[in-house]
Nanobody, 122 residues
Framework: QVHLVQSGGGLVQPGGSLRLSCAAD????????AAWYRQAPGKPRELVAE???????NYADSVQGRFTISKDSTTNTVALQMNSLKPEDTAVYYC????????????????WGPGTQVTVSS
């Protein structure tokens, strides 16, 4: 079983920056596609950013220009750089990835990380 391990997050003041990372805890061939979601208290989980296998990225309107999703193929790690953070960015952030365990293997979708808390407050 491959699990996604998240790191980063924490408490930051408005206007600050944080970087979230997500990596598979076992040997895999590659992360095929990845996305970051978030869920604030009392609200549904929402898509924040996604990166397709083509390299195309999409962002929620609320984070466009402030957040950047990236993928490091050498380490099979996905990151979310968050700048100019606002109190409304406070949420639990989840990594979601489609992975390929071996080069000729199938794409496995919907692997989720455990979530990490991001709190933006003065």
């Amino acid at each position: 079983q491959v699990h996604l391990v998240q790191s980063g997050g924490g408490l930051v003041q408005p206007g600050g920056s944080l970087r979230l990372s997500c990596a598979a805890d076992g040997n895999i061939y590659r992360i095929f596609e990845a996305a970051w979601y978030r869920q604030a208290p009392g609200k549904p989980r929402e898509l924040v950013a996604e990166m397709r296998n083509s390299g195309q990225t999409n962002y929620a309107d609320s984070v466009q220009g402030r957040f950047t999703i990236s993928k490091d193929s050498t380490t099979n790690t996905v990151a979310l750089q968050m700048n100019s953070l606002k109190p409304e960015d406070t949420a639990v952030y989840y990594c979601n990835a489609a992975i390929q365990r071996i080069q000729i293997g199938p794409i496995e979708y919907d692997h989720w990380g455990p979530g990490t808390q991001v709190t933006v407050s003065s």
